[in-house]
Nanobody
Framework: QVQLVESGGGSVQAGGSLKLSCVTSGYSYSSYCLAWFRQTPGHEREGVAAIFTGGSSYYDNSVKGRFTISLDNAKTTVYLQMNDLKPEDSATYYC???????????????WGRGTLVTVSS
């Protein structure tokens, strides 16, 4: 059974930083993609960043230069370092896993339950 558990959300002022973590287990493929999405009430879930176990990474234009996605050496934990946070970054952030990397939520196979990030101005 695949499980993804996010942590690291919280409240921060604009310009601040947070680092999200997602611990994965039960994924049997040797190569796969882990991604971060975010969602606010009344809006669709949108892709933020994704990383393939081979090393390629992808970012939404809204976070390029501010967010960094990374994997631990065991490739079971994915991180999202978020710097220079803006109020519009406030959302519930979800971790997702799939075989083929993309920022398309329809392509994701497994989801975590999310962690809330609130950025105040």
């Amino acid at each position: 059974q695949v499980q993804l558990v996010e942590s690291g959300g919280g409240s921060v002022q604009a310009g601040g930083s947070l680092k999200l973590s997602c611990v994965t287990s039960g994924y049997s493929y040797s190569s796969y993609c882990l991604a971060w999405f975010r969602q606010t009430p009344g809006h669709e879930r949108e892709g933020v960043a994704a990383i393939f176990t081979g090393g390629s990474s992808y970012y939404d234009n809204s976070v390029k230069g501010r967010f960094t996605i990374s994997l631990d050496n065991a490739k079971t934990t994915v991180y999202l370092q978020m710097n220079d946070l803006k109020p519009e970054d406030s959302a519930t952030y979800y971790c997702a896993a799939t075989r083929v990397c993309s920022l398309n939520r329809a392509g994701m196979s497994y989801w975590g339950r999310g962690t809330l990030v609130t950025v105040s101005s």
